[in-house]
């Protein structure tokens, strides 16, 4: 089991440019959910998708962030125009199934990580 | 008000110490509620989730008092490879959002 993988691990982009990051959630899971991780700060959830939905993005800034999980292949988070300030890690987690009223929280799996630093 | 609070420590105590973390939550409506550990520049990992009842796992302790809304996590006899940063981490009711606190670093020296 190859848990959840993200790329690429480490990303360096200049003011303006666009930054695509990638997560491939672990085998048997179809939730995932995106978080930044801001250097000495705690995670702040982004985004929580299921293939082909988007179920809460509340935590998405309003404008250049989109994420997108699709039918086959990974989910993506994209970030256009990119500045100073989203400098930080990204972390992706996957769960077996989703976190509804009925169930509660399932136990989230991490990615290592993904480190944009915009020049 | 922050949703999830800790104190960020660093909490600094030798081999073999006994150290507790505390954290409050804002959404009394939360019904999960688990503790995370991260290591610097490593992903969070899950350390151990937190039941009413209460819970132990090794020298871990984990408690939750929901009327105050707070969570504990108690570590005994203190490793070095305990270091780490602990997150406190709680899910509304009907909500998709895990919710993470800031964390509190612990440093645990020989």
């Given at each position: 089991n190859?848990?959840?993988m993200q790329n690429p691990r480490h990303l360096v982009r200049r003011r303006g440019q666009e930054a695509r990051l990638r997560c491939s959630p672990m085998k048997g899971h179809s939730h995932v959910y995106w978080y930044r991780q801001l250097p000495e700060e705690g995670l702040k959830f982004m985004v929580y998708l299921q293939k082909e939905n988007i179920i809460d993005e509340s935590g998405m800034p309003k404008e250049r962030f989109s994420a997108e999980f699709p039918k086959e292949g990974p989910s993506i988070l994209r970030i256009q125009q990119v500045v100073r300030g989203d400098s930080a890690a990204y972390f992706c987690?996957?769960?077996p199934s989703g976190q509804t009223k009925a169930s509660g929280a399932n136990v989230l799996t991490f990615g290592a990580g993904s480190r944009l630093t915009v020049l | 008000r922050k949703e999830v609070e800790q104190d960020p420590g660093?909490?600094?105590?030798?081999?073999g110490a006994t150290v507790a973390f505390n954290c409050t939550y804002s959404n009394s409506a939360?019904?999960?509620f688990f503790w995370y550990r991260q290591d610097c520049r490593k992903e969070p990992k899950l350390l151990m989730?937190?039941?009413s009842s209460g819970n132990e796992d090794g020298r871990f302790t984990a408690q939750l008092n929901r009327a105050s809304q707070y969570i504990s996590l108690l570590i005994r006899d203190s490793k070095l490879s305990d270091s780490a940063t602990y997150l406190c981490v709680v899910n509304a009711a009907g909500g998709f959002k895990t919710?993470?606190?800031?964390g509190t670093r612990l440093f645990v020296k020989a």
């Open positions: 190859a848990g959840v987690a996957s769960s | 660093p909490f600094n105590v030798p081999e939360s019904q999960s989730s937190v039941y919710i993470f606190g800031a």
